[in-house]
């Protein structure tokens, strides 16, 4: 037993070599450490290959009428659409696919078309992406109330099913990996906050680039993701994947090119395609999206199941090593317990911004700031909530990181490191020599 999990830990660490010496020689060409997977995946070489050998012999137009050229850009976003509900674990019997420019974009097509009133509610896991906490600006402008969920010191979510069950029934969204702290929240939740009557919006982005998700187990309504975060390329786009019973609950609030069956000035009237079509705002991006294959089959060929033993082997190695540094801090989870790759952590008397320069300097990307994510920060750095309503108040369009923390008199941003699939243990070792140098 024992010889054969040795056994597949070699095979597997020879496979993520022979991956990093194919797929992404540049990282050691240019001598750089990346350690920012959940700002942005890095593309492999493959991709590119495929992408541009498909688009040299087609020929590809506007999609949606009837010549070659248009039916080859209609057939390849078709094939995309299935492709990625595949990659879930879904269908098109269940599940729409929209592409969208970002995960962004993905949330705010909920956001505007969700039908918030003064009988509905809105709860939100304060670890949330600003992009996804931006709901609660149409959900209080159409009268609804609005919950956060508390979070606790490792930075997981507090009592989020009593929070659900005293808060009116409508749409509660969370991330299913925190992009602060690495945190994975429970899925359970999703059928949880289903029971309660709630529809759910997960934010995948930062989870399913290291982890296998199958939408058929975790029945979320709604799931944002960006695909350059899932393998690198192409940029500008990312999808919103709705159950097909979900997607029919939301309300539009305009039409575009491309959305609709017909419009008519005179008549002063319109009606929206039906499925995802009511929801793809003018010219797909038809050629990027033909770029998607590629990406999957980078995935596909090593595994998600790999990938995630691999991203948490580093993941333990990189932890381990900033908890043996006594002048670190590390927030959130101190071991893998339901953690994805995302590490934040600040050297104490070092500002995140001296770390990430002095890191960039030593060819190691490492990420510092809040990372669009206010309230795990808030409950990270302990800010007292009326010292910091007082700050952001007094500062106002002179707002900056480090007038902040003047002001609050704490730290108020972290350095993040992230792991992905192209990481090695070298890009570990040669972080941690860099973060311990500082913090001696
Ligand atoms: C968890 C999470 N949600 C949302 C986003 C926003 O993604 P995008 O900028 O691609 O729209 C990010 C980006 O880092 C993220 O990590």
């Known amino acids: 037993m024992l010889t054969l999990a040795v056994d ?5 660490a020879a496979f993520f070599a022979g991956l990093r010496a194919r797929e992404f020689a540049r990282l050691d060409a240019q001598r750089l450490a990346y350690l920012d997977y959940t700002g942005s995946a890095l593309y492999a070489e493959s991709q590119l290959y495929a992408h541009h050998a498909l688009l040299r012999r087609g020929i590809f137009g506007n999609p949606h009428s009837d010549s070659a050229p248009s039916r080859a850009s209609t057939d390849v976003i078709d094939a ?9 674990d879904v269908d098109e019997r269940t599940h729409a696919v929209i592409f969208t420019a970002n995960t962004s974009a993905a949330v705010k097509l909920v956001a505007e078309s969700y039908p918030f009133d003064a009988s509905t509610s ?3 896991s304060s670890d949330n992406h600003n992009s996804v906490l931006g709901i609660r600006e149409y959900a209080a402008r159409a009268g609804a109330a609005v919950h956060a969920i508390a979070l606790d010191e490792e930075l997981r979510l507090r009592d989020a099913r009593a929070t659900l069950a005293a808060a009116k029934r409508g749409l509660f969204a969370f991330p299913a990996q925190s992009n602060f702290s690495g945190v994975r929240h429970p899925l359970a939740l999703v059928s949880d906050a289903h029971r309660l009557g709630f529809d759910v919006l997960l934010d995948a982005a930062a989870y399913v680039p290291s982890h296998a998700l199958s939408l058929r187990d975790v029945p979320a309504d709604f799931t944002a993701l ?5 393998f690198g390329y192409p940029t500008g786009l990312g999808a919103l994947i709705a159950r097909r019973d979900a997607l029919a609950k939301l309300r539009r609030p305009w039409f575009a090119g491309g959305t609709v069956l017909f419009a008519s000035v005179a008549a002063n009237t319109h009606r929206l395609r039906p499925g995802h079509e009511a929801f ?15 990406g999957f089959d980078l995935l596909d060929g090593a595994g998600m199941p790999r990938i995630a033993v691999h991203v ?3 993941t333990e190695l990189l932890l381990d090593g900033l908890l043996a540094l006594h002048n670190v801090r590390v927030y959130g989870p101190r071991d893998l317990t339901a953690r994805g790759g995302t590490i934040a952590f600040n050297i104490r008397g070092v500002p995140y911004w001296d770390v990430e320069a002095y890191a960039r300097e030593r060819g190691v990307a490492l990420r510092g700031g809040c990372f669009c994510n206010p309230g795990a920060s808030e409950a990270a750095f302990g800010i007292e909530t009326s010292r910091l309503r007082g700050c952001l108040e007094t500062l106002g369009a002179d707002f900056t990181p480090q007038r902040l923390a003047a002001c609050a008199g704490t730290v108020v941003g972290a350095v993040r ?7 090695n243990e070298a890009d570990v070792a040669r972080a941690l020599d860099v973060i311990a140098s500082l913090s001696r």
């Open 122 to 124: 809105l709860v939100l």
């Open 280 to 294: 793809e705002d003018g010219t797909p991006d038809f050629l990027n999206i033909a770029a998607l294959d590629a």
């Open 226 to 230: 960006s695909f350059y975060k899932l």
């Open 312 to 314: 948490a082997h580093l």
């Open 417 to 423: 490191a992230s792991l992905g699939l192209a990481n």
């Open 8 to 12: 597949t830990r070699s095979r597997d």
């Open 80 to 88: 995309a659409r299935r492709r990625v509900l595949r990659h879930f």
